[in-house]
């Protein structure tokens, strides 16, 4: 048996917790030796606390943002911003979202459920930012920028800035039954 601490936050659309949450997934991280962190950022408050926290020298950051055209602009995410961090080594991911893409069309165009939605539904159970979370590491993993052999901390959250972290053993899109969520390091508590 081992015990471990789950951080919970009351307040869970607060943006103040994001700053909170990252310095823990660094402890998290220190303590444990992972180096992969895949962030979920869409305007990019997050991302620019996260280089704050945690700096390319020391991990493998990844930026996972909305897709283009998520909400009828063509990205959200701040595109000076997105450079400024591209140039001290945070990589980013900008596709479409492994949950959504085409099965967000067939349910837009067609009506009912597709297997996307269930997934994303039964994480929500958990929290927003549990589905965001495993949905993020699977973006990664497509993209090739997290190992899918090891474990990995996923940071997201509801609505802005983070009120979640997890480690998992992530897998691509393709093997998303795979994904083996380890710990919960922080969740809302709704």
């Given at each position: 048996m081992?015990?471990e601490?789950?951080?919970y936050?009351?307040?869970?659309?607060?943006?103040?917790n994001?700053?909170l949450?990252?310095e823990a997934?660094?402890?998290y991280?220190e303590k444990?030796?992972?180096k992969d962190?895949v962030?979920?950022?869409?305007?990019?408050?997050?991302?620019?606390?996260?280089?704050?926290?945690?700096?390319?020298?020391e991990y493998?950051?990844?930026i996972?943002t909305?897709?283009?055209?998520f909400?009828?602009?063509?990205?959200?995410?701040?595109?000076?911003l997105?450079?400024?961090?591209?140039?001290k080594g945070?990589?980013f991911v900008t596709?479409?979202?492994?949950m959504?893409?085409v099965?967000r069309?067939?349910?837009?165009k067609l009506?009912g459920?597709?297997?996307?939605?269930l997934?994303?539904?039964?994480?929500?159970?958990?929290s927003?930012g549990?589905?965001?979370?495993?949905e993020?590491t699977?973006?990664?993993?497509?993209a090739g920028?997290?190992p899918?052999?090891?474990?990995?901390?996923?940071?997201?959250?509801?609505?802005?800035?983070a009120?979640?972290?997890?480690?998992l053993?992530?897998k691509?899109?393709k093997r998303?039954?795979?994904t083996?969520?380890?710990?919960?390091?922080a969740?809302p508590?709704?």
């Amino acid at each position: 048996m081992k015990e471990e601490k789950i951080i919970y936050f009351e307040d869970y659309r607060e943006q103040e917790n994001t700053k909170l949450l990252l310095e823990a997934v660094k402890d998290y991280c220190e303590k444990n030796g992972i180096k992969d962190v895949v962030i979920a950022s869409t305007r990019g408050l997050t991302a620019r606390l996260a280089s704050q926290v945690l700096p390319t020298a020391e991990y493998n950051v990844v930026i996972v943002t909305h897709e283009c055209w998520f909400r009828d602009v063509k990205q959200e995410f701040d595109e000076k911003l997105r450079e400024e961090l591209k140039s001290k080594g945070y990589k980013f991911v900008t596709a479409a979202h492994a949950m959504g893409g085409v099965d967000r069309a067939v349910r837009n165009k067609l009506g009912g459920y597709t297997p996307g939605d269930l997934i994303a539904t039964t994480l929500r159970m958990f929290s927003e930012g549990m589905k965001v979370a495993v949905e993020i590491t699977c973006m990664a993993a497509d993209a090739g920028m997290i190992p899918i052999d090891r474990e990995v901390v996923a940071v997201a959250g509801t609505g802005r800035g983070a009120d979640t972290a997890i480690v998992l053993e992530p897998k691509p899109s393709k093997r998303i039954f795979d994904t083996k969520i380890k710990k919960i390091l922080a969740k809302p508590l709704y």
